[in-house]
C-alpha cells in the first residue's frame, strides 16, 4: 500500500507563486500516471496536470503556462511548482497516482489559498 502525502499548502497573494510537493512511500517510478488535482469549495474535483512514466506532461488549460509538474525519482516525489497565482486557484490541492496495476492512490490534499 502506497501512501501520498502532500506539502507545501498555504495563503499566498495573488501574483505569488507556492510548491507542492507529494512524497511517496514506495517507488513513483511504478506509476503509470502521477499528477496534480484540486477541488474547489462547492466544486468537483479537476485535474490540474499530470505526468505519465515516460515523462509527457497535461495542463489544464486554466494553469498552463503558469505550473509545472515535474518529479525526483531519488526522492520518490512529485511536484507542482505555481506562479502567477490567482484567486480562482483557490482550491484542496490532491496529489494522485495510478500504479503500474491499475489502482489509484490520493494523498490527503493541501489547502491553498490566493487572496486578491
Known amino acids: 500500500q502506497v501512501q501520498l502525502v502532500e506539502s507545501g499548502g498555504g495563503l499566498v497573494q495573488a501574483g505569488g507563486s507556492l510548491r507542492l510537493s507529494c512524497e511517496a512511500s514506495?517507488?513513483?517510478?511504478?506509476?503509470?500516471?502521477m499528477g496534480w488535482y484540486r477541488q474547489a469549495p462547492g466544486k468537483q474535483r479537476d485535474v490540474v496536470a499530470t505526468?505519465?512514466?515516460?515523462?509527457?506532461?497535461n495542463y489544464a488549460d486554466s494553469v498552463k503556462g503558469r505550473f509545472t509538474i515535474s518529479r525526483d525519482f531519488a526522492k520518490n516525489t512529485l511536484y507542482l511548482q505555481m506562479g502567477s497565482l490567482k484567486p480562482e486557484d483557490t482550491a484542496v490541492y490532491y496529489c494522485?497516482?495510478?500504479?503500474?496495476?491499475?489502482?489509484?492512490?490520493w494523498g490527503q490534499g493541501t489547502q491553498v489559498t490566493v487572496s486578491s
Open positions: 505526468i505519465t512514466s515516460g515523462g509527457n506532461t
Open positions: 514506495g517507488w513513483i517510478s511504478r506509476f503509470n500516471v
Open positions: 494522485h497516482g495510478e500504479s503500474e496495476f491499475g489502482v489509484d492512490y
